[in-house]
């Protein structure tokens, strides 16, 4: 029978997610990646794994592994493959996990990720495609640029002296217990390559057989950056970088190891819900707040430590008990106390698009550089409640409703100054007509749980709610 | 069909690296002037001697720019 050697269909015909030339890959002409990219789809043609593939894409010239294959892929941050990989593997326990990384990716700024995906035996398969450089950046020097080896950042070559030793990846995770099986091959010559396709094939069935982790160091030949000519460069790797990088099957516990189970179990909402005592009230309504418009901004902001990230925080958690799309995003400094501190809380009927709030509806300003900062920012119609007991000068180009509110005071009679943001609660609850009193007690109830903190916290929640009132 | 092996260059897929013309035993393939739809001079086959070795196949890297047939 004939046998043909031609495209894999486990490629697109047409590269149609490439902007442009679809016909062809981007890599330059003699690069290692398409030879392995041609093994890896024909092994998963033969074993017919095609539709079970997923893969995990790196950053670094392997980036566009999604324009290639048609097969589910996923793009990860630089270096993160291999644990995003992991929660691939995970979540598709029958899926055949492939994380495709290069030297720069894996070998620098991932190489934890990958160790630790290594040293837990997850199910996948590696390819850690080493060219000794960063190649998509322009040939910078990586982990595994050989000793003497130049490149742009090391333009008179590498020095042990200045920076260490080439990084054997194969070798440790050879090292490591879990994996079961780690070998080095290349893509330079066809002998190579026939050596290459049967260990890729093995990695393949191991994971067809769920038998864990498989890592694959594939040299490979990057004639641009290393300036050489294809000849050249595939030579080069036989003569000099697989002295560094011998080839070989380092471990090999295929026939020691068993099938790996890690189902995911799919957990119903109501579980979590349940487990985290937030059980669904069968009472509560669909009934939601009554706005003027569709969604309204709030920027809540003061130094830290006036609770103005909390009062956000239980504006958006009212609101959500309402029915209520919500989002909460905090800015602070690194300080505990003291600094400024911001949280911007959207709330809204609909889905909301940004959390970011750059002109509030309604701002509530604690100190006085907030109201400085953010007050002119309030447009007309909008409402800005100030700390008075703080703020003694107020800004003259203020275009919205401007409430004093003696916050900080009414606190202080209330039990402790720390209430001030809760004093601002009662009074927008009231002012905007936003929730009822009964709904904001219990609220507070169930948020202090302390009865001498919820005493004071309902006193000046109270407070607030009465300045409101008697305006 | 034919009973011997055949080899073809996809003209527009090639990029010119010439690693199937260095490891082809029977000096099948080789580079020409023909300038193809990439910009590159693409390799041709210049003789009907093809052993389907398959080396030309297994490091061209790119997909689908040599089909082998092997009767």
């Known amino acids: 029978m004939a046998k043909v050697y031609e495209k894999s269909p486990a490629f697109f015909d047409t590269f149609e997610r490439k902007p442009s030339m679809q016909k062809t890959t981007h890599y330059c002409p003699g690069c290692g990646h398409g030879t392995l990219n041609k093994i890896i789809a024909d092994q998963l043609t033969e074993l017919g794994l095609q539709d079970k593939a997923i893969f995990v894409g790196p950053v670094g010239c392997g980036v566009f592994i999604y324009y290639y294959f048609e097969s589910a892929a996923v793009s990860a941050a630089h270096g993160r493959a291999s644990a995003v990989a992991t929660g691939v593997s995970r979540a598709n326990p029958d899926g055949v996990t492939i994380s495709y990384q290069g030297d720069g990716d894996l070998a620098a700024i991932g190489t934890s990720n990958a160790i630790h995906a290594a040293n837990r035996g997850e199910n996948m398969i590696v390819f850690f495609v080493n060219n000794n450089t960063y190649g998509m950046t322009g040939g910078q020097l990586a982990p595994t640029t050989l000793i003497d080896q130049t490149s742009t950042t090391s333009p008179t070559g590498r020095t042990v002296k200045n920076d260490g030793y080439p990084l054997r990846m194969a070798e440790m995770m050879a090292g490591l217990e879990a994996p079961t099986l780690v070998a080095r091959v290349g893509v330079n010559s066809p002998r190579n390559v026939r050596q290459a396709i049967k260990v890729i094939k093995k990695g393949l069935e191991i994971q067809r057989d769920k038998k864990g982790y498989v890592f694959i160091e594939v040299l490979s030949q990057c004639p641009t950056n290393w300036k050489k000519d294809t000849k050249e460069a595939c030579e080069w790797i036989d003569d000099v970088v697989s002295k560094q990088y011998p080839f070989g099957v380092f471990k090999d516990m295929t026939d020691e190891r068993d099938a790996v189970e890690r189902r995911c179990e799919r957990v119903e909402f109501s579980a979590i819900a349940k487990q985290l005592g937030l059980e669904a009230d069968d009472s509560s309504s669909d009934a939601q707040i009554d706005m003027d418009k569709d969604a309204t901004q709030f920027k809540f902001a003061g130094f830290g430590g006036q609770g103005v990230l909390s009062l956000g925080m239980m504006m958006a958690q009212l609101s959500m008990q309402h029915n209520m799309e919500v989002t909460w995003l905090p800015s602070y400094g690194p300080e505990m106390r003291g600094g400024v501190a911001n949280s911007s809380v959207v709330v809204s009927k609909n889905t909301i698009g940004s959390p970011v709030v750059e002109l509030p509806d309604v701002l509530v300003a604690l100190n006085r550089p907030s109201l400085e900062k953010f007050g002119p920012l309030v447009p007309e119609g909008g409402m800005i409640i100030y700390n008075s007991s703080l703020i003694d000068q107020v800004p003259a180009d203020l275009k919205g409703s401007v409430f004093a509110l003696p916050a900080t005071e009414l606190a202080t009679e209330a039990g402790t100054a720390k209430a001030a943001n809760v004093v601002v609660l009662g009074f927008i609850a009231r002012k905007a007509a936003m929730f009822k009193l009964a709904d904001l007690e219990a609220f507070l109830t169930e948020t202090f749980k302390k009865p001498a903190l919820v005493e004071t916290n309902i006193k000046a929640l109270r407070a607030g709610w009465e300045v409101a009132e008697n305006l | ?71």
Do not use: Q, R, W
């Open chain 2, 1 to 71: 069909m034919s009973d011997k092996p055949s080899v073809t260059v996809h003209a527009d897929l090639c990029k010119a690296c010439g690693l199937c013309i260095i490891h082809c035993p029977k000096g099948t393939l080789v580079a020409s002037d023909k300038i193809n739809v990439l910009g590159y001079p693409t390799t041709v086959v210049a003789n009907d001697d093809c052993i389907g070795c398959a080396n030309c196949y297994l490091i061209c890297p790119e997909p689908g720019a040599i089909t082998l047939v092997k009767p």
